[in-house]
């Protein structure tokens, strides 16, 4: 039973796409002083509209869980930005013929690839101060995607990267 266990657990965990983040920002900011914040009115995110929805909705609930507000006269303003792209797959097999003897030889090889080409997707957070310093913190995280997602499922996606975004918000020192 206890082997069917790690087996179980196993395949969780590796069914599971990793999300990876990069954090900067601005040395000597003081991000006490930022209280409420506000996206830009022509936000660009390059997702579908249902998916925009869902991400800042997610993106709100973990703004308010750090303390902040959403408001019409913001102390910053967010930045969404979002690309797609195929990762191709390096996993091949190699068949192969070949023959040989008294001195002559000759072969053929084939490599013939294992799987399809994944989608990967990086969304790019900015938080700018357009009354002081300008962009002063940002993240850009990376994860797999599935296109043919459930919206359930693309919303657990969202969940989970703007969850790890944030954790890096403020920043410690």
């Not at 999300?19 to 002083?33: A, H, K, M, S």
């Not at 408001?71 to 097999?93: A, G, L």
């Amino acid at each position: 039973m206890k082997k069917i266990f790690v087996l179980f657990l196993i395949v969780v965990i590796s069914a599971c796409a990793p999300i990876y983040v990069n954090y900067d920002y601005e040395r000597g900011t003081d991000f006490t002083t930022y209280k409420t914040y506000n996206y830009y009115s022509d936000l660009e995110t390059g997702l579908n509209e249902l998916d925009t929805k869902r991400l800042l909705s997610v993106m709100d609930a973990q703004m308010q869980a750090k303390g902040l507000t959403l408001s019409e006269t913001p102390d910053f303003y967010v930045n969404v930005v979002s690309s797609e792209y195929e990762n191709n797959n390096r996993n091949t097999v190699g068949v192969g013929v070949g023959g040989g003897g008294r001195n002559v030889g000759g072969g053929i090889s084939i490599g013939l690839p294992v799987g399809q080409p994944k989608m990967n997707r990086t969304i790019l957070f900015e938080f700018i101060d357009e009354d002081g310093i300008g962009l002063f913190w940002q993240a850009e995280s990376e994860s797999g995607f599935n296109p043919n997602a459930s919206p359930e499922k693309r919303e657990t996606q969202f969940n989970a990267i703007v969850e790890k975004v944030m954790k890096g918000y403020p920043p410690t020192k």
